[in-house]
Nanobody, 122 residues
Framework: VQLQASGGGLVQAGDSLRLSCAAS????????MAWFRQAPGKEREFVAR????????IYADSVKGRFTISRDNAKNTVFLQMNSLKPEDTAVYYC????????????????WGQGTEVTVSS
């Protein structure tokens, strides 16, 4: 499975961005998908997860109420709608697929995209 993330950019606080993660592979639509992010000098952290059917959605407390994860299995794509962005949301955002174990643990995921950079200015 290959994952290609896109949609990052430079925005101001309060703006919105929509990230996309296109998956390729014969069974990619069967996998739970997640978004993680890594700020400069920090460890990669969990942002949101959606299971293969589009339900079972979980968010990190830091983004709950502002971010929305969704997926379109017909297009093998997962989205992360980010609203009310804050400077602390600045990070490289990664999509990940197919975990075994704990959904918020980076070590649980088998497939990773290359990351897309999000910068939020104050």
């Amino acid at each position: 499975v290959q994952l290609q993330a896109s949609g990052g950019g430079l925005v101001q606080a309060g703006d919105s961005l929509r990230l996309s993660c296109a998956a390729s592979g014969p069974t990619s639509s069967n996998y739970a998908m997640a978004w993680f992010r890594q700020a400069p000098g920090k460890e990669r952290e969990f942002v949101a997860r959606v299971n293969w059917s589009g339900v079972g959605i979980i968010y990190a407390d830091s983004v709950k109420g502002r971010f929305t994860i969704s997926r379109d299995n017909a297009k093998n794509t997962v989205f992360l709608q980010m609203n009310s962005l804050k400077p602390e949301d600045t990070a490289v955002y990664y999509c990940a697929a197919h975990y075994r174990g704990t959904y918020y643990d980076v070590r649980s995921y088998e497939y990773w995209g290359q990351g897309t950079e999000v910068t939020v200015s104050s």
